[in-house]
């Protein structure tokens, strides 16, 4: 069974980076997609980005782009969400997640219900 557990969430204050972790065992992810979410309160869970295995194609929500960056260490069986630049409406609790296999020319899937294994969430705050 995968077991996906995230660390690295925390209060910042605008404008400034946090680097969330997501470290799975069961799974060898360089075979999977792997997905970031976002759920801040009273709203719906969002896709925040997604990448193919540990250092493929990723695909980035609006949002984020240019602000937050996915990647992977294939040996430590962790994947990172670099978030820079980091704004109030960023607040949120954090998710990665996995289950897609990574097939050829397919890129990632951005939308949550694809995803079967997540982790239990990090909490980031963006304040003053």
């Known amino acids: 069974q995968a077991q996906l557990v995230e660390s690295g969430g925390g209060l910042v204050q605008p404008g400034g980076s946090l680097r969330l972790s997501c470290t799975a065992s069961?799974?060898?992810?360089?075979?999977?997609?792997i997905g970031w979410f976002r759920q801040a309160p009273g709203k719906e869970r969002e896709g925040v980005g997604c990448?193919?295995?540990?250092?493929?194609?990723?695909y980035y929500s609006d949002f984020v782009k240019g602000r937050f960056t996915i990647s992977g260490d294939n040996a430590k069986s962790t994947m990172y969400l670099q978030m820079d630049r980091l704004e109030p409406e960023d607040t949120a609790v954090y998710y990665c997640a996995t289950g897609p296999l990574i097939r050829y020319g397919v890129m990632c899937p951005s939308d949550a219900y694809e995803y079967t294994y997540w982790g239990q969430g990090t909490q980031v705050t963006v304040s003053a």
């Open positions: 069961g799974i060898a992810l360089n075979y999977f997609s």
């Open positions: 990448i193919r295995g540990t250092n493929g194609d990723q």
